[in-house]
């Protein structure tokens, strides 16, 4: 977006919409995805579904309708055909080509980034959409989104929300009626044709719809799932598991759509759940949320083989650093405890700096580490690699 970092977070960051266009912006998409991209991916890259949804006027196709066998050799029976892919765009529908952010080699790099710099998940869409057409009429996610126009021109209408910040459990279609009636009758926000290098961002909620002009028209759809103060409450309240006078069963022939029996339950329950809530640590709190949000984003692909050489290679001089996008923390003590997405791995206490240094995401040599001698640094720098943490820059 155009403009400083500090003004977007504190002026627009899930508040409100903004247009910035190409000349404000330091360059075009090219580099990121391109209309000869989406060829070679429904041509050439063996996409099935869900890689690829298609739409008209809001109706989603059925997947049958553009896949089929993958033919001698590959078992696949629902592989994206692009004989009908091409058919069916020939004849108006919108393409819409999901988790690009895990085909498309540079927007998996670039989803990495903006993932480990802005804090919440990321995922990439693209929407092809033919001359004159209109994939899905007025509606909202549920997540922020940053629009940047890659190829033609496409119509934007964005209006207020009608659903303040809806949460992922609170889609669109449960306010269908008044999302038709707002976008129908309260005058937009954002009305406006971006072309090739503009960039608008919708937060989650906004109301907003899209149709192509004169030509073939495709976006980039970079979605931020943002976590919420909800998230906090959903993981405060599964701390209270651990209270077993919440976890005893209901009286036999409790009828729960009773409100007199809930009256009589109630009091207690809120009472034990009020002090579980209360006696929460932020320790305990931070622990369920590393499990819940740091996978929420992969780290950068690892090529499995050059990986498997350069633990068999590894020796003093060899470069490393933290491998991009992965979520880590180191906490000093005895033993020095690494916290990942998924697991945690202990080091002894001597090793502290030198995992400190290599969890930073600088560049570190082997021989150069503080603390250790180079045998030691040498099996402290294996086990990294081995575990995934870091990668040789070097190979």
């Known amino acids: 977006m155009a403009g400083e970092l500090d003004d977007f977070a504190g002026t627009y960051w899930g508040s409100r919409a903004l247009l910035s266009h190409a000349p404000d912006l330091p360059a075009p998409y090219d580099d990121l995805f391109s209309l000869e991209a989406v060829d070679e991916l429904l041509s050439r890259r063996g996409l099935r579904t ?73 995922q990439i869409n693209a929407y ?134 809930l009256g009589e339950l109630m009091p207690a329950v809120v009472e034990l759940f009020t002090r579980e809530i209360q006696s929460a640590t932020p320790d305990a709190l931070a622990a369920r949320l590393r499990r819940r949000t740091w996978s929420g984003n992969r780290p950068a692909p690892l090529p499995p083989l050059a990986h498997a050489a350069s633990i068999a290679s590894l020796s003093v001089g060899t470069t490393v650093r933290l491998r991009a996008g992965l979520r880590c923390r180191v906490i000093p003590g005895d033993p020095v405890v690494l916290q990942l997405p998924d697991r945690t791995i202990t080091f002894p206490p001597a090793t502290a700096a030198a995992v400190a240094e290599l969890t930073s995401g600088a560049d570190c040599k082997v021989g150069n580490l503080p603390a250790l001698d180079d045998a030691d640094q040498l099996v402290l720098v294996r086990r990294l690699l081995t575990e995934a943490v870091v990668v040789a820059t070097d190979n």
């Open 50 to 122: 869900p890689f690829l949804r298609i739409a008209k006027n809001g109706s989603v196709v059925g997947d049958s309708q553009f896949t089929g066998p993958a033919g001698v050799g590959a078992e696949v029976a629902d592989q994206v055909r692009d004989d009908k892919v091409a058919a069916l765009f020939a004849g108006g529908h919108t393409l819409v080509l999901q988790a690009l952010h895990r085909t498309w080699p540079a927007l998996v790099d670039f989803s990495t980034q903006l993932s480990a710099d802005a804090g919440h998940p990321v």
């Open 128 to 261: 092809i959409t033919p001359a004159e057409s209109q994939g899905f009429s007025a509606h909202y996610d549920v997540h922020d989104v940053f629009v940047l126009q890659v190829a033609g021109e496409k119509h934007w209408t964005v209006h207020e929300p009608v659903h303040l910040d809806p949460l992922r459990n609170q889609p669109w279609t449960d306010h269908y009626q008044a999302v038709a009636a707002a976008a129908r009758d309260k005058t937009p926000v954002i009305d406006e044709v971006l072309r090739p290098g503009d960039a608008l961002y919708v937060p989650r909620g906004f109301l907003h719809s899209a149709k192509a002009l004169g030509g073939v028209s495709a976006h980039l759809t970079v979605g931020l799932h943002t976590m919420t103060r909800y998230l906090l409450v959903q993981e405060l309240a599964a701390l209270a598991a651990s209270q077993a006078g919440l976890r005893t069963a209901l009286p036999l022939g409790f009828d729960p759509g009773d409100p007199e029996q």
